[in-house]
């Protein structure tokens, strides 16, 4: 089983409607994070989560929101979706204190369609 | 701000040939960087960092990249590429890992590797 699993994999919306994507991790880490991919741009960093009690954030967190349920679960919602926010989205882990050990572990990403 | 630009979108290379990927990077103070390789339909993999001291990095599946402060650059490189290297590949700046940022990377546009056989 994947450490860093989002769900679902792929998911076809219409403008307006609300949608959460999930992401659920086994590694253990504190620090969670939601970043999206559209091509020629990169990712982009929408929210961060440092412990279940510390949101953050990003560089691109409007029309966004987030919630950490628990260690393990950090989700992203659109409030009212629409065609811009169509991208792949991806979730990702890291744990601190390990100084240059420390990196990011991705899911496998959730391809969002906004019609 | 910090920002990353790759200015390659696309390279084709032949099996065996050599590769290098351009990177070059905006940071106000020393630079975390790193290279990530997305494989079609999968996550970012981590190739390789630099956090400080040897400027030159070696990383996974013989890739190495070296640091160049006055060009701002931080370039991958390997040596003779395979099939199996075809994939997305990004830069990536970061902040103090020592501080609470170290997962707010800046990612550059991108480069797509293709390989002829």
């Known amino acids: 089983d994947a450490d860093v699993t989002q769900t679902p994999r792929n998911r076809i919306t219409k403008t307006g409607k609300r949608i959460m994507l999930e992401c659920s991790q086994t590694?253990?880490?504190?620090?969670m994070y939601w970043y999206r991919q559209d091509p020629g741009l990169g990712l982009r960093l929408i929210y961060y989560s440092f412990d279940v009690k510390d949101i953050n954030k990003g560089e691109i967190s409007d029309g966004y929101s987030v919630s950490r349920q628990a260690q393990a679960k950090f989700s992203l919602s659109l409030e009212s979706a629409i065609p811009n926010q169509t991208a792949l989205y991806f979730c990702?882990?890291?744990?601190?204190?390990?100084?240059?050990?420390?990196?990011?572990?991705f899911g496998s990403g959730t391809q969002l369609s906004v019609l | 701000a910090q920002s990353v630009t790759q200015p390659d979108i696309h390279i084709t290379v032949s099996e065996g040939a050599s590769l290098e990927l351009r990177c070059n990077y905006s940071?106000?103070?020393?630079?975390?960087l790193f290279w990530y390789v997305q494989s079609p339909g999968q996550g970012l993999q981590l190739l390789l960092k630099?956090?400080?001291?040897?400027?030159l990095v070696q990383g996974i599946k013989g890739f190495e990249a070296e640091f160049k402060r006055s060009q701002s650059s931080f370039n991958l490189r390997k040596p003779s590429v395979h099939w199996s290297d075809a994939a997305e590949y990004f830069c990536?700046?970061?902040?103090?890992?020592?501080?609470?940022?170290?997962?707010?990377?800046?990612f550059g546009q991108g480069t797509i590797l293709t390989v002829h056989p």
């Open positions: 940071y106000g103070a020393t630079p975390y």
């Open positions: 990536a700046v970061g902040a103090n890992p020592g501080g609470t940022s170290y997962g707010k990377l800046t």
């Open positions: 990702a882990t890291s744990a601190p204190g390990q100084g240059q050990n420390e990196k990011l572990f």
């Open positions: 590694k253990g880490h504190d620090r």
């Open positions: 630099y956090f400080s001291g040897d400027t």
